[in-house]
């Protein structure tokens, strides 16, 4: 179970970091984009968070 959590985990890190790489590297994003992006990012992080925990019990 725990090498389930860690690819998971390593999923997760991946889609956020591709998030972040796609904000920076454009200069003409739009308000709505950078909600967009931001609330995936916050779900992204909620994700890793609780798997975070699941793997520390």
């Known amino acids: 179970m725990v090498d389930k959590i860690d690819v998971t985990i390593a999923y997760y890190t ?5 998030i972040l790489d796609a904000v920076n590297s454009r ?6 984009e950078l ?4 609330e995936e990012m916050a779900i992204i992080e909620y994700k890793l ?3 975070e925990v699941a793997n520390e019990n």
Do not use: M, R
């Open 49 to 51: 968070t609780a798997l």
């Open 35 to 38: 909600i967009h992006y931001g």
């Open 27 to 32: 200069n003409d994003l739009t308000a709505d």
């Open 14 to 18: 991946k889609k956020g970091q591709d």
